[in-house]
Protein backbone atom coordinates (compact mmCIF):
# COMPACT_ATOMS: atom_id res chain seq x y z
CA UNK A 1 0.00 0.00 0.00
CA UNK A 2 1.57 3.16 -0.91
CA UNK A 3 1.67 6.20 1.71
CA UNK A 4 -0.85 8.00 -0.35
CA UNK A 5 -3.71 5.59 -0.01
CA UNK A 6 -2.76 4.92 3.45
CA UNK A 7 -2.86 8.39 4.25
CA UNK A 8 -6.43 8.61 2.49
CA UNK A 9 -7.50 5.64 4.70
CA UNK A 10 -6.56 6.93 7.54
CA UNK A 11 -7.87 10.14 6.75
CA UNK A 12 -11.01 8.10 6.03
CA UNK A 13 -10.73 6.30 9.68
CA UNK A 14 -10.53 9.77 11.25
CA UNK A 15 -13.50 10.93 9.41
CA UNK A 16 -15.57 8.04 10.23
CA UNK A 17 -14.52 7.94 13.94
CA UNK A 18 -15.59 11.16 14.56
CA UNK A 19 -19.16 11.33 12.86
CA UNK A 20 -19.77 7.83 14.89
CA UNK A 21 -18.46 10.10 18.05
CA UNK A 22 -21.01 13.05 17.10
CA UNK A 23 -23.74 10.85 16.51
CA UNK A 24 -23.10 9.35 19.58
CA UNK A 25 -22.99 12.49 21.41
CA UNK A 26 -25.69 13.93 19.31
CA UNK A 27 -27.81 11.38 20.43
CA UNK A 28 -27.76 11.87 24.38
CA UNK A 29 -28.52 15.65 23.80
CA UNK A 30 -30.72 15.46 20.75
CA UNK A 31 -33.34 18.52 20.91
CA UNK A 32 -36.76 17.80 21.43
CA UNK A 33 -36.00 13.89 22.43
CA UNK A 34 -38.05 12.54 25.51
CA UNK A 35 -36.75 12.66 28.78
CA UNK A 36 -34.83 9.53 29.87
CA UNK A 37 -35.18 8.37 32.90
CA UNK A 38 -31.43 8.92 33.84
CA UNK A 39 -32.30 12.93 33.29
CA UNK A 40 -35.28 12.35 35.01
CA UNK A 41 -33.12 11.18 38.33
CA UNK A 42 -30.44 14.32 37.42
CA UNK A 43 -33.52 16.76 37.58
CA UNK A 44 -34.80 14.83 40.71
CA UNK A 45 -31.27 15.13 42.36
CA UNK A 46 -30.59 18.46 41.50
CA UNK A 47 -34.43 19.11 42.93
CA UNK A 48 -33.25 17.31 46.08
CA UNK A 49 -29.62 19.19 46.26
CA UNK A 50 -32.03 22.53 46.33
CA UNK A 51 -33.61 21.22 49.12
CA UNK A 52 -30.83 19.99 50.94
CA UNK A 53 -29.85 24.06 50.47
CA UNK A 54 -33.14 25.21 51.48
CA UNK A 55 -32.72 22.37 54.59
CA UNK A 56 -29.71 24.08 55.69
CA UNK A 57 -31.14 27.45 55.86
CA UNK A 58 -34.06 25.88 58.02
CA UNK A 59 -31.50 23.91 60.09
CA UNK A 60 -29.82 27.05 61.29
CA UNK A 61 -32.69 28.87 61.78
CA UNK A 62 -34.00 25.72 63.99
CA UNK A 63 -30.42 26.09 65.48
CA UNK A 64 -31.17 30.08 66.32
CA UNK A 65 -34.03 28.45 67.94
CA UNK A 66 -32.43 25.88 70.12
CA UNK A 67 -30.31 28.95 71.10
CA UNK A 68 -32.88 31.20 72.11
CA UNK A 69 -34.71 27.56 73.91
CA UNK A 70 -31.77 26.66 75.82
CA UNK A 71 -31.52 30.47 76.83
CA UNK A 72 -34.75 30.52 78.72
CA UNK A 73 -34.26 27.46 79.67
CA UNK A 74 -31.05 28.84 81.65
CA UNK A 75 -33.25 31.78 82.55
CA UNK A 76 -35.77 29.29 84.25
CA UNK A 77 -33.25 27.30 86.24
CA UNK A 78 -31.58 30.58 87.70
CA UNK A 79 -35.37 31.39 88.76
CA UNK A 80 -36.31 28.12 89.86
CA UNK A 81 -32.85 28.56 92.21
CA UNK A 82 -34.18 31.89 93.45
CA UNK A 83 -37.52 30.66 94.40
CA UNK A 84 -36.08 28.16 96.22
CA UNK A 85 -33.91 29.96 98.12
CA UNK A 86 -36.64 32.71 99.31
CA UNK A 87 -38.89 29.55 99.94
CA UNK A 88 -35.64 28.57 102.67
CA UNK A 89 -35.61 31.77 103.54
CA UNK A 90 -39.65 31.80 103.71
CA UNK A 91 -39.44 29.53 106.47
CA UNK A 92 -36.68 30.42 108.20
CA UNK A 93 -38.51 33.73 108.61
CA UNK A 94 -41.66 31.82 109.66
CA UNK A 95 -40.00 29.99 111.99
CA UNK A 96 -38.56 33.07 113.92
CA UNK A 97 -41.87 35.04 113.58
CA UNK A 98 -43.33 31.72 115.40
CA UNK A 99 -40.43 31.49 118.34
CA UNK A 100 -40.83 35.55 118.59
CA UNK A 101 -44.30 35.25 118.74
CA UNK A 102 -44.04 32.81 121.50
CA UNK A 103 -41.35 35.18 123.08
CA UNK A 104 -43.83 38.27 123.26
CA UNK A 105 -46.24 36.11 124.75
CA UNK A 106 -44.38 34.92 127.36
CA UNK A 107 -42.96 38.06 128.31
CA UNK A 108 -47.14 39.37 128.15
CA UNK A 109 -48.75 36.53 129.89
CA UNK A 110 -45.64 37.44 133.01
CA UNK A 111 -46.22 41.13 132.67
CA UNK A 112 -50.21 40.50 132.91
CA UNK A 113 -49.66 38.37 136.30
CA UNK A 114 -47.91 40.78 137.66
CA UNK A 115 -50.73 43.69 137.04
CA UNK A 116 -52.98 41.52 138.33
CA UNK A 117 -51.15 40.20 141.36
CA UNK A 118 -50.71 44.20 142.03
CA UNK A 119 -54.29 44.73 141.27
CA UNK A 120 -55.58 42.19 143.75
CA UNK A 121 -53.03 43.60 146.44
CA UNK A 122 -54.24 46.88 145.93
CA UNK A 123 -52.26 49.91 147.53
CA UNK A 124 -53.50 48.60 150.59
CA UNK A 125 -51.58 45.36 150.32
CA UNK A 126 -48.51 47.12 149.27
CA UNK A 127 -48.86 49.58 152.89
CA UNK A 128 -49.81 47.04 154.90
CA UNK A 129 -46.23 45.17 153.25
CA UNK A 130 -44.09 48.09 154.37
CA UNK A 131 -45.55 48.58 158.09
CA UNK A 132 -45.12 45.38 158.90
CA UNK A 133 -41.06 45.46 158.51
CA UNK A 134 -40.12 45.01 162.24
CA UNK A 135 -36.98 47.14 162.00
CA UNK A 136 -35.50 50.21 159.89
CA UNK A 137 -33.46 47.62 158.67
CA UNK A 138 -36.08 45.02 157.61
CA UNK A 139 -38.16 47.97 156.23
CA UNK A 140 -35.27 49.20 154.02
CA UNK A 141 -35.03 45.83 152.61
CA UNK A 142 -38.65 45.79 152.09
CA UNK A 143 -38.47 49.56 150.06
CA UNK A 144 -35.82 47.43 147.76
CA UNK A 145 -37.19 44.79 147.08
CA UNK A 146 -40.48 46.65 145.76
CA UNK A 147 -38.20 48.31 144.10
CA UNK A 148 -36.92 45.68 141.83
CA UNK A 149 -40.04 43.94 141.52
CA UNK A 150 -41.25 47.23 139.47
CA UNK A 151 -37.67 47.38 137.43
CA UNK A 152 -38.39 44.01 136.26
CA UNK A 153 -41.74 44.71 135.45
CA UNK A 154 -40.18 47.50 133.37
CA UNK A 155 -37.92 45.04 131.66
CA UNK A 156 -40.60 43.00 130.79
CA UNK A 157 -42.38 45.75 129.38
CA UNK A 158 -38.75 46.88 127.49
CA UNK A 159 -38.65 43.26 126.52
CA UNK A 160 -41.72 42.84 125.01
CA UNK A 161 -41.33 46.38 122.84
CA UNK A 162 -37.90 44.96 121.44
CA UNK A 163 -39.78 41.35 120.65
CA UNK A 164 -42.85 43.39 119.08
CA UNK A 165 -39.71 45.82 116.65
CA UNK A 166 -38.32 42.75 115.70
CA UNK A 167 -41.52 40.76 115.21
CA UNK A 168 -42.23 43.86 112.95
CA UNK A 169 -39.17 43.73 110.72
CA UNK A 170 -39.33 40.05 110.67
CA UNK A 171 -42.94 40.14 109.16
CA UNK A 172 -41.80 42.76 106.89
CA UNK A 173 -39.21 40.83 105.53
CA UNK A 174 -41.47 38.16 105.39
CA UNK A 175 -43.95 39.88 103.06
CA UNK A 176 -40.99 40.98 100.86
CA UNK A 177 -39.98 37.20 100.17
CA UNK A 178 -43.48 36.32 99.34
CA UNK A 179 -43.78 39.20 96.89
CA UNK A 180 -40.35 38.21 95.33
CA UNK A 181 -42.07 34.77 95.05
CA UNK A 182 -45.14 35.93 93.79
CA UNK A 183 -43.11 37.81 90.55
CA UNK A 184 -40.84 34.91 89.98
CA UNK A 185 -44.02 32.52 89.64
CA UNK A 186 -45.74 34.91 87.70
CA UNK A 187 -41.93 34.87 85.16
CA UNK A 188 -42.58 31.04 85.29
CA UNK A 189 -45.88 31.47 83.37
CA UNK A 190 -44.54 33.69 80.95
CA UNK A 191 -41.26 32.09 80.77
CA UNK A 192 -43.31 28.81 80.09
CA UNK A 193 -45.69 29.85 77.53
CA UNK A 194 -42.67 31.21 75.34
CA UNK A 195 -41.09 27.88 75.77
CA UNK A 196 -43.66 26.09 74.49
CA UNK A 197 -44.17 27.68 71.56
CA UNK A 198 -40.70 27.92 70.43
CA UNK A 199 -41.12 24.27 70.90
CA UNK A 200 -44.39 24.38 68.28
CA UNK A 201 -42.25 25.75 66.12
CA UNK A 202 -39.70 23.80 66.25
CA UNK A 203 -41.51 21.15 65.63
CA UNK A 204 -43.19 22.65 62.70
CA UNK A 205 -39.89 23.11 61.47
CA UNK A 206 -38.49 19.67 61.85
CA UNK A 207 -41.62 18.28 60.30
CA UNK A 208 -41.24 20.01 57.13
CA UNK A 209 -37.31 19.43 56.98
CA UNK A 210 -38.71 15.68 57.32
CA UNK A 211 -41.35 16.07 54.71
CA UNK A 212 -39.96 18.13 51.80
CA UNK A 213 -36.51 15.28 52.39
CA UNK A 214 -38.84 12.50 53.06
CA UNK A 215 -40.55 12.97 49.14
CA UNK A 216 -36.80 14.18 47.33
CA UNK A 217 -35.89 11.22 48.67
CA UNK A 218 -38.83 9.02 47.71
CA UNK A 219 -38.50 10.50 44.16
CA UNK A 220 -35.24 9.68 43.63
CA UNK A 221 -35.46 6.06 45.02
CA UNK A 222 -38.28 5.05 42.96
CA UNK A 223 -36.77 7.10 39.68
CA UNK A 224 -33.32 4.46 40.83
CA UNK A 225 -35.39 1.64 41.08
CA UNK A 226 -37.09 2.11 37.84
CA UNK A 227 -33.24 2.85 36.01
CA UNK A 228 -32.46 -0.39 37.66
CA UNK A 229 -34.87 -1.68 36.00
CA UNK A 230 -34.11 -0.63 33.04
CA UNK A 231 -30.37 -1.54 33.15
CA UNK A 232 -31.48 -5.07 33.75
CA UNK A 233 -33.61 -5.13 30.58
CA UNK A 234 -30.81 -3.61 28.41
CA UNK A 235 -28.52 -6.36 30.40
CA UNK A 236 -30.40 -9.15 29.35
CA UNK A 237 -30.71 -7.71 25.71
CA UNK A 238 -26.62 -7.27 25.67
CA UNK A 239 -25.73 -10.62 27.15
CA UNK A 240 -28.51 -12.80 24.95
CA UNK A 241 -26.49 -13.35 22.02
CA UNK A 242 -23.74 -14.94 24.58
CA UNK A 243 -25.59 -17.16 25.56
CA UNK A 244 -24.37 -16.08 29.45
CA UNK A 245 -26.86 -16.69 31.30
CA UNK A 246 -27.29 -14.18 34.32
CA UNK A 247 -27.92 -13.92 37.54
CA UNK A 248 -31.78 -12.61 38.64
CA UNK A 249 -31.03 -9.01 39.38
CA UNK A 250 -27.50 -8.95 38.32
CA UNK A 251 -25.72 -8.79 35.96
CA UNK A 252 -21.65 -9.84 34.97
CA UNK A 253 -20.18 -7.13 37.04
CA UNK A 254 -20.13 -7.06 40.84
CA UNK A 255 -18.17 -4.28 41.16
CA UNK A 256 -17.78 -0.74 39.16
CA UNK A 257 -14.11 -1.23 37.84
CA UNK A 258 -12.41 2.19 38.46
CA UNK A 259 -13.43 4.26 41.34
CA UNK A 260 -14.72 7.68 41.55
CA UNK A 261 -14.56 10.80 39.59
CA UNK A 262 -14.83 8.69 36.43
CA UNK A 263 -16.40 9.13 33.44
CA UNK A 264 -17.39 6.95 30.05
CA UNK A 265 -19.96 6.54 27.54
CA UNK A 266 -20.77 3.62 25.51
CA UNK A 267 -18.01 4.18 22.58
CA UNK A 268 -17.79 0.19 22.21
CA UNK A 269 -17.62 -0.46 18.46
CA UNK A 270 -16.40 2.85 17.61
CA UNK A 271 -13.82 2.74 14.77
CA UNK A 272 -9.72 2.66 15.40
CA UNK A 273 -7.10 2.95 13.43
CA UNK A 274 -6.95 -1.03 11.63
CA UNK A 275 -10.11 -2.13 14.09
CA UNK A 276 -13.15 -1.16 15.87
CA UNK A 277 -12.95 -0.21 19.65
CA UNK A 278 -13.88 -3.15 22.27
CA UNK A 279 -14.46 -1.98 25.18
CA UNK A 280 -15.64 0.88 26.92
CA UNK A 281 -12.49 3.75 27.82
CA UNK A 282 -13.32 4.93 31.30
CA UNK A 283 -11.93 8.34 32.09
CA UNK A 284 -10.51 8.98 35.74
CA UNK A 285 -7.80 11.08 37.43
CA UNK A 286 -4.05 9.51 36.65
CA UNK A 287 -3.55 7.38 39.31
CA UNK A 288 -7.19 6.34 40.44
CA UNK A 289 -7.76 3.28 41.75
CA UNK A 290 -8.62 0.35 39.64
CA UNK A 291 -10.81 -2.73 40.96
CA UNK A 292 -11.50 -6.51 40.52
CA UNK A 293 -15.11 -6.37 38.96
CA UNK A 294 -15.55 -10.17 40.87
CA UNK A 295 -13.88 -12.69 42.29
CA UNK A 296 -11.52 -14.69 39.76
CA UNK A 297 -7.51 -14.71 39.05
CA UNK A 298 -5.51 -11.55 38.57
CA UNK A 299 -2.86 -11.71 35.40
CA UNK A 300 -0.70 -8.53 34.45
CA UNK A 301 1.18 -8.30 31.44
CA UNK A 302 1.73 -5.44 28.76
CA UNK A 303 1.57 -5.05 24.98
CA UNK A 304 2.58 -2.35 22.28
CA UNK A 305 -1.44 -1.34 21.99
CA UNK A 306 -2.36 -1.91 25.90
CA UNK A 307 0.41 -0.46 28.10
CA UNK A 308 0.19 -1.93 31.17
CA UNK A 309 -2.35 -4.34 31.69
CA UNK A 310 -4.58 -6.33 33.72
CA UNK A 311 -6.84 -9.95 32.99
CA UNK A 312 -9.28 -10.75 35.90
CA UNK A 313 -10.61 -14.45 35.32
CA UNK A 314 -13.54 -15.73 36.89
CA UNK A 315 -14.23 -19.48 37.26
CA UNK A 316 -16.87 -19.99 34.54
CA UNK A 317 -13.98 -18.30 31.48
CA UNK A 318 -15.69 -15.13 31.75
CA UNK A 319 -13.04 -12.04 31.71
CA UNK A 320 -11.95 -8.42 31.64
CA UNK A 321 -9.22 -6.57 30.60
CA UNK A 322 -8.06 -3.49 31.76
CA UNK A 323 -5.04 -1.30 29.55
CA UNK A 324 -3.61 1.39 29.72
CA UNK A 325 -2.47 1.54 33.79
CA UNK A 326 0.07 3.69 35.04
CA UNK A 327 1.09 0.91 37.85
CA UNK A 328 0.44 -2.39 38.79
CA UNK A 329 -0.79 -3.09 42.44
CA UNK A 330 1.12 -6.21 42.31
CA UNK A 331 -1.56 -9.20 42.35
CA UNK A 332 0.08 -11.24 39.48
CA UNK A 333 -1.20 -14.58 39.99
CA UNK A 334 -3.58 -14.18 43.05
CA UNK A 335 -6.72 -14.61 43.51
CA UNK A 336 -8.86 -11.47 44.02
CA UNK A 337 -12.36 -10.46 45.37
CA UNK A 338 -14.46 -8.02 44.11
CA UNK A 339 -12.92 -4.67 44.96
CA UNK A 340 -9.69 -5.77 45.55
CA UNK A 341 -7.12 -3.15 43.92
CA UNK A 342 -5.50 -4.18 40.73
CA UNK A 343 -4.09 -1.20 39.68
CA UNK A 344 -3.90 2.58 38.56
CA UNK A 345 -5.58 4.34 35.82
CA UNK A 346 -2.78 5.93 33.28
CA UNK A 347 -2.26 6.58 29.69
CA UNK A 348 0.52 3.76 28.76
CA UNK A 349 0.54 1.71 25.22
CA UNK A 350 -1.39 3.72 22.30
CA UNK A 351 -2.58 6.18 24.60
CA UNK A 352 0.34 8.55 25.24
CA UNK A 353 -0.78 11.75 25.12
CA UNK A 354 -4.24 11.13 25.72
CA UNK A 355 -6.21 11.68 28.84
CA UNK A 356 -5.63 9.15 31.56
CA UNK A 357 -8.30 6.28 30.97
CA UNK A 358 -8.94 2.38 32.04
CA UNK A 359 -9.69 0.77 28.79
CA UNK A 360 -12.01 -1.47 29.62
CA UNK A 361 -13.38 -5.03 28.07
CA UNK A 362 -16.24 -7.70 28.97
CA UNK A 363 -15.64 -11.31 27.61
CA UNK A 364 -18.31 -13.33 28.98
CA UNK A 365 -17.30 -16.96 29.16
CA UNK A 366 -14.21 -16.13 27.63
CA UNK A 367 -15.53 -15.78 23.97
CA UNK A 368 -15.56 -12.43 21.97
CA UNK A 369 -15.70 -8.95 23.79
CA UNK A 370 -19.30 -7.46 24.11
CA UNK A 371 -20.31 -3.68 24.92
CA UNK A 372 -19.49 -3.58 28.98
CA UNK A 373 -21.41 -0.40 28.93
CA UNK A 374 -25.11 -1.47 30.75
CA UNK A 375 -23.09 -3.61 32.61
CA UNK A 376 -20.61 -0.78 34.01
CA UNK A 377 -23.54 1.24 34.44
CA UNK A 378 -25.29 -1.36 36.90
CA UNK A 379 -22.18 -0.96 39.09
CA UNK A 380 -20.98 2.51 38.43
CA UNK A 381 -24.16 4.38 38.00
CA UNK A 382 -25.18 6.08 34.34
CA UNK A 383 -21.98 7.09 32.59
CA UNK A 384 -20.10 6.32 35.79
CA UNK A 385 -22.08 8.89 38.07
CA UNK A 386 -23.15 6.50 40.81
Do not use: W
Amino acid sequence: MTDRRRTRRLGRLRRAFALAAGLALLAQVAPGAAQTTQQKLEDAESQLKRIQAQLEVQQDRLAALRAEVDSLTKQILQAIAQRDQLQDQIEATNKVIKKKGKRVQALQDRLGARARDVYIQGPAGVLEFVLEASSLSDLSDRVNFLEVLNESDSSVAVGIEVEREELGRFEDDLKGYLEEQRVILEKFKEQKEQLDAKFVQQVKIEQAIAAKRAEAEETVKDLKAQIRRELLAALAVSTASSGIKLKPGQGLLQHCPVDSPRSYIDDFGFPRVGHTHQGNDVFAPHGTPIRAPFAGRADEGSNGLGGLTVNVYSPDGTYVYNAHMSAYAGVDGDQVQPGDLIGYVGNTGNAVGTPPHDHFELHPGGGSAISPYAHLNLVCGINGAG
